[in-house]
């Protein structure tokens, strides 16, 4: 078991140079709600890049408020944008726990958490479920949740929940030099930074097929194509060189932009291959 924290905008400037000695791990606050730059948790990039150049493992939550998919959708971009280049070695987590929320008909609120785990799982991330015990036992329990973590509030000496859990949220009032007042204190059950590297999970590693960089020659065998889906092809070349105009996106085996059209990354190589 590890022992970490999670913290927000509400612990002010933290001081994590005096923290790190006394945690394992935290999970930072990256937002909430909806993709609107004012609902970004204003210590976020300062916590995430103190976190990193101090070597200290996180992860993170977006406080959610939706009731409805269009609400989760726009929470899933929020998300994205804001976690894009970080080093998460936990995993992202969604807060649930609005008075409107545990207002929503059982299977629309499912419906809902379930839409936000799915996408980030699609986006290539650890995702989990933060909530009160007494919400996973009622509003949250439901078969359809149990392949997500969860991450358990019960602020107690002793853990209580009966379903499988990441993560046990086990006070709020935690005592910890560099932070102003108190903060809340987690369990980790689970080793999240072998868990997530072994599953090539949250973009830690850059991807081994992105070898190049725009402006970089080239050679390509095989077909370029017209379209960045790598769909239609416009004419095939043998060991032609091209300047590399655009790498499109981190995700596996994505198309490179070339003179003409575009490549997909087993047709590039250098001549020196």
Not at 43 to 50: K, S
Not at 89 to 99: A, G, H, M, N, S
Not at 171 to 177: G, K, N, V
């Amino acid at each position: 078991m590890k022992k970490g924290i999670d913290v927000s905008s509400y612990q002010g400037r933290i001081d994590w140079t005096k923290v790190k000695p006394h945690i394992d791990f935290a999970i930072l606050r990256c937002g909430f709600g909806n993709d609107i730059r004012r609902q970004d948790d204003t210590e976020f990039e300062r916590n995430a890049e103190m976190c990193e150049k101090l070597g200290i493992p996180y992860g993170t939550y977006l406080f959610s408020y939706a009731t409805n998919l269009d609400d989760a959708k726009s929470e899933v971009e929020h998300t994205l944008r804001l976690i894009k280049g970080k080093k998460l070695e936990y995993p992202v987590f969604l807060d649930v726990e609005t008075r409107r929320q545990m207002a929503l008909p059982k299977t629309r609120l499912v419906e809902i958490v379930k839409y936000y785990c799915e996408e980030m799982e699609k986006a290539g991330y650890y995702v989990g479920i933060y909530a009160s015990l007494d919400r996973f036992k009622s509003n949250l329990n439901s078969t359809e949740l149990d392949a997500y973590d969860k991450w358990v509030a019960e602020w107690s000496n002793r853990f209580t929940y009966n379903k499988p859990a990441g993560m046990w949220q086990q006070t709020s009032h935690e005592d910890i030099p560099g932070i102003r007042g108190r903060v809340d204190g987690d369990i980790a059950f689970y080793d999240y930074p072998k868990i997530i590297r072994e599953a090539k999970l949250n973009h830690l590693e850059p991807d081994e097929e992105l070898k190049y960089k725009k402006g970089d020659k080239v050679y390509v065998s095989g077909p370029i194509y017209r379209d960045s889906s790598a769909t239609e092809i416009a004419r095939t070349v043998c060991d032609e060189e091209f300047t590399i105009e655009e790498v499109l996106s981190n995700e596996l085996a994505a198309p490179y932009k070339v003179e003409y059209g575009y490549v997909k990354p087993i047709s590039v190589y250098t001549k020196e291959r």
